[in-house]
Nanobody, 121 residues
Framework: QVQLVESGGGLVQAGGSLRLSCAASGRTFSSLVMAWFRQAPGKERAFVAVMTYSGNTHYSDSVEGRFTISRDNAKNTAYLEMNSLEPEDTAVYYC???????????????WGQGTQVTVSS
């Protein structure tokens, strides 16, 4: 089992920045691919970014160039740095973990509880 705990969400004005954190426990962090998804009201959960232990990354087109995923393997923590935020980025952001690098939410076995990000115009 893997436990994931997100933090760092909040309210920010358009153009601002936030950094989300995801602390993992219960399984060797080096075996985990870490990803971020988000879910806006009335919409399906959508892929945001993913990162392997070795540092390979992939982003959705909507956040490429504005968001950066990273991980501190010594702290068992993944991060999502979000810059140039837009009202369309408003959603609950979820951290997810799995053994394989994937962009489909249905393939991830472990999820955090989610953290709300609200971007005001």
């Amino acid at each position: 089992q893997v436990q994931l705990v997100e933090s760092g969400g909040g309210l920010v004005q358009a153009g601002g920045s936030l950094r989300l954190s995801c602390a993992a426990s219960g399984r060797t962090f080096s075996s985990l691919v870490m990803a971020w998804f988000r879910q806006a009201p009335g919409k399906e959960r959508a892929f945001v970014a993913v990162m392997t232990y070795s540092g390979n990354t992939h982003y959705s087109d909507s956040v490429e160039g504005r968001f950066t995923i990273s991980r501190d393997n010594a702290k068992n923590t993944a991060y999502l740095e979000m810059n140039s935020l837009e009202p369309e980025d408003t959603a609950v952001y979820y951290c997810a973990a799995d053994a394989l690098m994937q962009t489909s939410a249905e393939h991830y076995d472990y999820w955090g509880q989610g953290t709300q990000v609200t971007v005001s115009s």
